[in-house]
């Protein structure tokens, strides 16, 4: 099974308009930060937005409230799940 999980964007670098340049972003969840692809989102991101990130790409933009109600729903999902399937 895969996850898509949303991540509020701290940094983004390129333009929508210009494939010449890298356009990606720098995204974090509960503190954990990670560079992603920005080629495929919907919609542009701003720093403060949040996106959902599946295998390294922002796919779908997000309204704060549904990326922190998605959030919640995964960190109840985590703490119900064996101790040895989360590390």
């Given at each position: 099974m895969c996850l898509a999980i949303p991540m509020?964007?701290?940094?983004?670098?390129?333009?929508?308009?210009?494939?010449?340049?890298?356009?990606?972003?720098?995204v974090d969840a509960d503190g954990i930060?990670?560079?992603?692809?920005?080629?495929v989102v919907d919609h542009w991101p701003s720093v403060g937005d949040y996106v959902i990130v599946h295998a390294g790409f922002a796919i779908?933009?997000?309204?704060?409230?549904?990326?922190?109600k998605n959030l919640s729903?995964?960190?109840?999902?985590?703490?119900?799940m064996p101790e040895?399937?989360?590390s």
């Amino acid at each position: 099974m895969c996850l898509a999980i949303p991540m509020r964007v701290t940094e983004v670098h390129g333009c929508p308009e210009d494939f010449t340049t890298s356009q990606i972003a720098i995204v974090d969840a509960d503190g954990i930060s990670r560079e992603v692809r920005l080629d495929v989102v919907d919609h542009w991101p701003s720093v403060g937005d949040y996106v959902i990130v599946h295998a390294g790409f922002a796919i779908h933009s997000l309204i704060e409230a549904e990326a922190l109600k998605n959030l919640s729903l995964l960190r109840e999902l985590a703490a119900q799940m064996p101790e040895e399937l989360l590390s």
